[in-house]
């Protein structure tokens, strides 16, 4: 099946830096999702991105399908940027999920 | 356009317990996908939902087994718990044809005892 690699897992960030989060996957994929999770753990959708660039105020994510990897930037990271990220792809009638980016943003 | 909603949000069962979970999709999505998310092995997939038929199914017993009705709300149970079940389950919906965007309700916070 897809295998879906986040890197990195974990992230410490002053606020206001910028950050890079990096999501491989192995096999073609039709459709790929970012996803926050917060600490009651609801996940929040933040990008449908199969491929392409897209941008949302101070996050953006691009995905390279060809090369089958997908970034999410964070640009002038704050305290509430801090959670779970995850990057998740379709296979057949089912979404894989990789196992996170857990960033924290101290103040 | 309300959310995907979860009941309940919270539940404490002992183990060889059954329980019933239920999820309504947001209105007009005929998709539904039920995970499983643990410390220790993350976001799994369960099942997913379309028109009141399985299209999929993940790795887990079969203790674990879902259904959906004729309005897309659907439910899932799991039978003779075990400590290892308990875990958040996440349910998703989504439009199914041409539409897959995934939304997530807030979930339910599963202990067993």
């Known amino acids: 099946g897809i295998q879906v690699e986040q890197s990195p897992p974990d992230l410490i960030l002053q606020e206001g830096a910028n950050s890079t989060l990096r999501c491989n996957f192995s096999d073609s994929v039709n459709n790929l999702q970012w996803f926050h999770q917060n600490p009651w753990g609801q996940l929040i959708n933040l990008f449908y991105?199969?491929?392409g660039t897209k941008q949302n105020g101070r996050l953006s994510a691009t995905t390279v399908a060809t090369e089958r990897y997908s970034l999410l930037y964070i640009s002038s990271s704050q305290t509430t940027d801090s959670g779970v990220y995850f990057c998740?792809?379709?296979?057949?009638?089912?979404?894989?999920f990789g196992t996170g980016t857990r960033l924290k943003v101290l103040a | 356009k309300a959310g995907v909603t979860q009941t309940p949000r919270y539940l404490i069962k002992t183990r060889g317990q059954q329980v019933t979970l239920s999820c309504s999709p947001i209105s007009g999505h005929r998709s539904v996908s039920w995970y499983q998310q643990t410390p220790g092995q993350g976001l799994q997939f369960l099942f997913e939902?379309?028109?009141?038929?399985?299209?999929n199914k993940g790795n887990f017993p079969g203790r674990f087994s879902g259904r959906q009705f004729s309005n897309s709300r659907s439910e899932m149970n799991v039978s003779t718990l075990e400590l290892g079940d308990s875990a958040l389950y996440l349910c998703?919906?989504?439009?199914?044809?041409?539409?897959?965007?995934?939304?997530f309700g807030p979930g339910t916070r599963l202990t067993v005892l």
């Open positions: 998740a792809v379709e296979g057949t009638y089912k979404y894989i």
């Open positions: 939902y379309f028109s009141e038929t399985q299209r």
């Open positions: 991105i199969p491929s």
């Open positions: 998703a919906s989504r439009g199914g044809r041409g539409n897959n965007e995934q939304f």
